[in-house]
Nanobody, 124 residues
Framework: QLQASGGGLAQAGGSLRLSCATSGLRFSLYGMGWFRQAPGKAREFVAAATWRGSKTYYLGSIKARFTISRDNAKSTAYLQMNSLKPEDTAVYYC???????????????????WGQGTQVTVSS
């Protein structure tokens, strides 16, 4: 089970930190990813980290602003979002994948477990 939290309302230029707490799976064996879905748009890849967090991948447009991390001791993944923009407004989902390469970690089809989503709203 994955439980995403930390969303809310932020002003443009502000920051939020999302958390994804997991239970019932061997967290250290899964790559963790964050996806988002804005109203009327398809779900898109945001960021992912491999099993030990040794490799991280990002959507190109957010790479300099967002940071994915994970704490395997706490079975929790994080997404630190800085310099938020109104276009970052979306429901953010965390997910767990058994894979470790970019091509699969960036694809929502390659994830086995999903959290319920947390709303992020950025006002201008």
């Amino acid at each position: 089970q994955l439980q995403a939290s930390g969303g809310g309302l932020a002003q443009a230029g502000g920051s939020l930190r999302l958390s994804c707490a997991t239970s019932g799976l061997r967290f250290s064996l899964y790559g963790m990813g964050w996806f988002r879905q804005a109203p009327g748009k398809a779900r898109e890849f945001v960021a992912a980290a491999t099993w030990r967090g040794s490799k991280t991948y990002y959507l190109g447009s957010i790479k300099a602003r967002f940071t994915i991390s994970r704490d395997n001791a706490k079975s929790t993944a994080y997404l630190q979002m800085n310099s938020l923009k109104p276009e970052d407004t979306a429901v953010y989902y965390c997910a767990a994948s058994p894979y470790y390469d970019y091509s699969r970690l960036s694809s929502s089809n390659e994830y086995e477990h999903w959290g319920q989503g947390t709303q992020v709203t950025v006002s201008s």
